[in-house]
């Protein structure tokens, strides 16, 4: 039976019982998907015991992001998690987890001048200060992360290798609908016009990816294939790029693992995906699948 845990108290008088098992943590802002689902799936299959946490955390939103029309629905989250054999889901209010202003930051300063980081201002350092608290927290030997937030995988990776945190950071691939489209929580935000539409997004990247893998190694041509699928779409884009992958400089070397990452726009939803391109057929050098 999954235990509800609302308080830092009783997370950590839950976590104390679990002597000499091995913990691993599932972080997410709720409105569980398939994505999510495969995080836990992962995390059962290499831990004692999984503990999941939904939280909107407030500090990783701009001023003019969605905080508010976010969307939440706990009933579901506990229902989803249940079944998904976690065993402690951790629901904090925002005063659980941010009691009163904090006395240091935390900044993150490297690759975070493209991508996300450069689009949304502060974003990252509101995500590793939430999840420096959450790690603290929970204590997990191994914490699960998406790669369909490729940069954040790194930026977090990084963080913890630069700070000896002692936490194993495992990546699960982009789950996606039959249609291409990256699941995610804010898909629901969609329009039903924008969401007849949205699969071309991956479907731009893919012609992206072919460009590399056929031997183009110019970045111009290859980002003008993925604007041509693009066109005639009612969707904005807020960036289109390629860099080096996992160290997100520009590419000088087009024989080595790539990302190609983009973010748009609807009405009500901003949406990111992005495709590693590994064109040695090789592996991407640092973080495992
Ligand atoms: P979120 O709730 O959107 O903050 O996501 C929580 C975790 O789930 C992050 O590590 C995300 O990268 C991961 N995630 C979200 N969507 C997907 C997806 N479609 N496939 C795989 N992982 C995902």
Known sequence: ???????????KKILSSQTNKSIGFVPTMGSLHEGHLALMKKARLENDFVVASVFVNPTQFGPNEDLDAYPRDETKDIELSENAKVDLLFIPSVEEIYPRKVSAQVKAVLAVDVLDGKARPGHFDGVLTVLLKLFMLVQPDRAYFGQKDAQQVAIVQNFVSDYFLPVDIRTVETVREADGLAKSSRNVNLLEEERNEAPVIHRALLAGKDRILSGCQSEQEILGAVQEVLQDVTLK??????????????VTDFTKPMILATAVKYKKARLIDNEIVLPSGGEAECYEQ
């Not at 039976?1 to 997370?11: A, G, H, N, P, T």
């Not at 884009?237 to 520009?250: H, R």
């Open 1 to 11: 039976m999954m235990q509800v845990v609302r308080s830092k108290l009783e997370l």
């Open 237 to 250: 884009l807020d960036y289109l790029a390629l860099y080096s992958y996992p160290d997100f400089k520009p």
